[in-house]
């Protein structure tokens, strides 16, 4: 497995994305923390959201980026049609599917179109600057749900994750 893939999916730079996630209750995940922006489940969505735009863009699909960045954010529907678990398995389903195609030796320097923000030039990458740029991002938000984990006594993990 590449580094990339590992990024994205595996044990690389951060505990790896299904340990972070790992023994999760709906109501831990739903639990505001003062001063924080969002929740768990929140960032977890935000972050399976733009996992699928990517994964529709190295597909050929240009979907648009939204208005907003909080249409990039769960709304209240959103929550409630889709239990914490779930979110969890479509997150991870997308992460193995985005290192599959890290590790895809002959599509990963093929350049892809990417719409950008209203008013602004759709920006061409390759798949693997498109994927870097996932890793990037998620790696981000994995540190906000960890951090929260850790305001909430709930880390590590029972299959481990790093505590420094």
């Given at each position: 497995?590449?580094?990339?893939?590992?990024?994205?999916?595996?044990?690389?730079?951060?505990t790896?994305?299904?340990?972070?996630?790992?023994?999760?209750?709906?109501?831990?995940?739903?639990?505001?923390?003062?001063?924080?922006?969002?929740?768990?489940?929140?960032?977890?969505?935000?972050?399976?959201?733009?996992q699928?735009?990517?994964?529709?863009?190295?597909?050929?699909?240009?979907?648009?980026?939204?208005?907003?960045?909080?249409?990039?954010?769960?709304?209240?529907?959103?929550?409630?049609?889709?239990?914490?678990?779930?979110?969890?398995?479509?997150?991870?389903?997308?992460?193995?599917?985005?290192?599959?195609?890290?590790?895809?030796?002959?599509?990963?320097?093929?350049?892809?179109?990417?719409?950008?923000?209203a008013?602004?030039?759709?920006?061409?990458?390759?798949?693997?600057?498109?994927?870097?740029?996932?890793?990037?991002?998620?790696?981000?938000?994995?540190?906000?749900?960890?951090?929260?984990?850790?305001?909430?006594?709930?880390?590590?993990?029972?299959?481990?994750?790093?505590?420094?």
């Amino acid at each position: 497995m590449t580094e990339l893939a590992l990024c994205l999916h595996g044990d690389s730079a951060h505990t790896p994305p299904s340990h972070i996630l790992e023994n999760l209750s709906d109501a831990l995940a739903h639990r505001r923390q003062p001063g924080a922006p969002h929740t768990i489940y929140e960032e977890l969505w935000h972050m399976a959201f733009w996992q699928q735009v990517t994964l529709d863009w190295v597909g050929g699909v240009e979907t648009p980026c939204p208005q907003t960045a909080a249409l990039g954010f769960p709304s209240q529907q959103d929550t409630q049609a889709e239990p914490f678990a779930a979110l969890c398995r479509r997150f991870l389903a997308g992460a193995e599917q985005a290192a599959a195609i890290a590790n895809e030796n002959t599509l990963i320097e093929q350049p892809i179109r990417c719409p950008s923000p209203a008013g602004k030039p759709t920006r061409t990458m390759s798949v693997r600057e498109q994927l870097e740029s996932l890793a990037a991002h998620n790696a981000y938000h994995f540190g906000r749900i960890v951090l929260l984990r850790q305001l909430f006594g709930s880390w590590p993990p029972p299959s481990g994750g790093f505590t420094w």
